[in-house]
C-alpha cells in the first residue's frame, strides 16, 4: 500500500473510531475487532509503518494516535499483537527522543508502558536522552491518564537501575 494510500486509511480508521466517542455501537466495536483481527494484517502494516517512518514524526503521531485508540477499544484483539512486535519500543523511544514537545502525542508513553507488563527494556530505559525527555513531557501533559504512564516509565525506568 503506497504511503497516501495507507495515509487515508488511517484517517477513515480514525473518523468511524472518533464517533465511537459519541456513541459506543456494538456494531461498530465488532467492526473494529474484524479489521483488526491478526489474518488482515492491519496492525502489523501500522506498526510496520510507524517504525519505518518515525523519523515523519507527523505521519508517525497520526499511527500512534490510531493505535492507541484501537487498543482503548479492542485490547483483546490489539494487546497481543503490539506485545508481539519487539522493536517498536525502541522506535516509541526513537519517536520519544526526535519529536519536539510540542507535535509529540502522549500516546506513544500510553503504548510503551505496555511493554513495561511484559518484560523490561534495559537499554531504552538506561538511555540518557530518554530520560531526560521523560521529564520534559511531565510539564506539558495535563491528562491523568498521560501522566500517569509517563510516571510509571520513570518508576520502571529507576528501578531497573
Known sequence: MEGNELEEKIDQ???????????HSKKKIKWL????????GLVES????FIQNVDQTKYATKILRLLRKLLEYVPEVI???LVKCESLPEALAKYIK???LDNMTPD????LTEFFKESEYGEILADE???DKLF????IINKAEYFDAVCNIILVRFKSM
Open 13 to 23: 480508521i480514525r473518523k468511524v473510531i472518533h464517533k465511537l466517542k459519541e456513541k
Open 33 to 40: 475487532m474484524d479489521i483488526c483481527d491478526p489474518e488482515f
Open 46 to 49: 501500522l506498526i510496520a509503518n
Open 79 to 81: 494487546y497481543d499483537q
Open 98 to 100: 526526535i519529536t519536539s
Open 108 to 111: 506513544a508513553f500510553l503504548l
Open 129 to 131: 536522552e530518554f530520560g
Open 136 to 139: 520534559e513531557v511531565l510539564l
